[in-house]
């Protein structure tokens, strides 16, 4: 089974607080996805990854930063946490194509509070 | 701008009632169209899939039904279970990019009473 392990489940952090969230992929994953989940607004895409080093926006990356130094490691970074940063954030990883590029793989998600 | 409109927000129905949960979306340049599933405190998981070129695909009590011309697609659950009360999410990918992150709908909240 594909396994995407997000390593921090619960955090609560200061407003202005650097924030790193991993997450690990053991399928040799080309993809990962950083998502967050609010209610009422579903998954927004905040960044995503096609492979080492390399990174492209997605739909909401205002505030933070990722990084992929490692093909199964994506970090997301809040430089300077705010309040409107509370949500929980998933990680996910797909292969690069064919039919088994079509699934995306969820991490159980890291609930992020920032007071 | 949210591309991919999912309704209702929540949803409650009877064991072996028939839920049903309605996406639309706007862009042609989707082609791949997942429903997730989202139990308390995991992640989501992909439920069932169709592309474009199916109006209908049917997974054990799960179906999707594909509109391309009213570019709407739903998800019908036959006889339902307690054990189907949970979040789910439509999506939608673009296929022009290569791109492979989905675009999701804002989620179904379900419950199915005993």
């Known amino acids: 089974d594909v396994k995407v392990t997000q390593s921090s489940r619960y955090l609560v952090k200061r407003t202005g607080e650097k924030v790193f969230l991993e997450c690990v992929q053991d399928m040799d994953h080309e993809n990962m996805f950083w998502y967050r989940q609010d209610p009422g607004l579903g998954l927004r895409l905040i960044y995503f990854s096609y492979d080492v080093k390399m990174k492209e926006k997605g739909d909401i990356p205002e505030g933070y930063s990722v990084s992929r130094e490692k093909k199964e490691r994506f970090s997301l970074i809040l430089e300077s946490a705010s309040t409107n940063q509370t949500s929980m954030y998933l990680c996910?990883?797909?292969?690069?194509?064919?039919?088994?590029?079509?699934?995306?793989?969820f991490g159980e998600g890291s609930w992020l509070t920032v007071v | 701008q949210q591309q991919v409109k999912q309704s209702p927000q929540s949803l409650i129905v009877q064991k072996g009632g028939i839920p049903i949960i309605n996406c639309a979306y706007e862009?042609?340049?989707?082609?791949?169209f997942p429903w997730y599933q989202q139990f308390p405190g995991k992640g989501p998981a992909l439920l069932i899939a169709?592309?474009?070129?199916?109006s209908e695909k049917k997974e054990g009590r799960f179906t999707i039904s594909f509109n391309k011309s009213a570019k709407q697609f739903s998800l019908h659950i036959m006889d339902s279970q307690p054990g189907d009360s949970a979040t789910y999410f439509c999506?939608?990918?673009?296929?022009?990019?290569?791109?492979?992150?989905?675009?999701f709908g804002s989620g179904t909240r379900l419950q199915v009473q005993p």
């Open positions: 862009n042609t340049a989707f082609d791949y």
């Open positions: 999506a939608a990918r673009r296929w022009d990019t290569g791109r492979r992150a989905l675009t």
């Open positions: 996910a990883s797909t292969a690069l194509g064919g039919l088994s590029g079509n699934t995306i793989y």
């Open positions: 169709i592309r474009p070129d199916v």
